[in-house]
């Protein structure tokens, strides 16, 4: 955690120094303030300052003081504050080509970057309904929930249109979990009522599913996951080319699972299509990360 302590005025804060900091009463917040500078309303520097000011409960004065040696204290402390929030993007520095004039600088970008998989949206009250979400690390969705949940966050990256955000709600957020007889979204009757619910769930809320889901993703590219005492590393089940950002561009559905849905149907490992459908994600993952190995054993 960061802390914030001013003496003078008995002040000290802690606030988040990651994503899996975040307290549930500000998901919806920091989701709206990275929503707009996904889609370009703001700056990046922008985004920082108003994350940290939701994050410590401030609420700024309309005069600020002019930038001048005497407000040098003032504005490096604000920069400060914003530099503790950097673990929101991932910053990335590119230098001109050959030698740099006087006048040149570097030049910064920063990007989204989802690091976390812990559930920050774990439930949604749309009007008198309460539906409710996948389990951190997408513990307990199915393989059918995957991959259209996956096809949908391709096509919002190389869209922007939030019909897609309203999708993905609709695919992972029920009314019910574990009992449900529509588990997985699968029938189109279903599908819609999750839609039109969605469409009065919050933009922040909606945005930080979509970054819940890359960042569950982005771990289980990276991550080594334990699993009945054995570190597993599902990495080698997903392309290589493929980047963790939220400002990943790729079609969706990268790991290829309307392919992986049929093989497993027809080889009959989990039943037919209806019940493979309605497997667990990791009994499948496992399943494809037995099957890696068993090729690259007899290569």
């Keep these: 955690m960061n802390k914030l302590t001013i003496p003078a005025r008995n002040i000290e804060v802690d606030y988040p120094s990651a994503w899996d900091e975040i307290p549930q009463k500000h998901a919806q917040r ?21 994350a940290v000011d939701t994050f410590i409960n401030r609420v700024n004065k309309p005069n600020k003081p002019n930038f001048d040696e005497k407000s040098l204290s003032y504005w490096g402390n604000e920069a400060k504050l914003a530099d503790s929030v950097n673990f929101l993007f991932e910053i ?20 989204i970057n989802p690091k976390f998989c812990t559930q920050l949206v774990p439930s949604v009250k749309v009007q008198w309904r309460r539906y409710y979400g996948p389990k951190d690390l997408l513990e307990d969705i199915t393989i059918f929930e995957f991959k259209e949940a996956s096809w949908r966050i391709g096509k919002y990256a190389q869209t922007l249109d939030d019909s897609y955000l309203d999708e993905l709600f609709a695919v992972l957020y029920r009314k ?25 769930v919050p933009i922040g809320v909606k945005f ?24 597993i590393n599902f990495g080698c089940l997903f392309p290589k080319t493929s980047k963790k950002g939220a400002d990943n561009k790729s079609s ?30 990791w009994d499948v993952f496992l ?5 890696h190995h068993q090729i690259k054993e007899m290569k």
């Design 287 to 291: 399943r494809l990360y037995q099957i």
């Design 176 to 200: 019910n979990r574990g009992n449900d007889s529509n588990s997985g979204r699968n029938n189109t009757k279903s599908l819609e009522k999750g839609i039109k619910a969605a469409r009065r």
């Design 92 to 111: 990335s520095v590119t230098k001109p080509k050959g030698k740099m004039k006087d006048e040149e600088h570097p030049f910064e970008t920063a990007s």
């Design 252 to 281: 969706g559905d990268d790991t290829g699972m309307a392919g992986i849905l049929f093989q497993m149907a027809e080889s009959g490992v989990f039943g037919n299509m209806e019940q493979t459908s309605k497997v667990s994600m």
């Design 30 to 50: 920091i989701g709206e303030i990275l929503h707009l500078a996904y889609t370009g309303k703001i700056d990046y520097d922008m985004a920082r300052k108003l």
């Design 208 to 231: 930080m599913i979509y970054l819940f889901f890359l960042g569950c993703m982005n771990y289980m590219r990276e991550e080594p996951i334990e699993i009945d005492g054995k570190e």
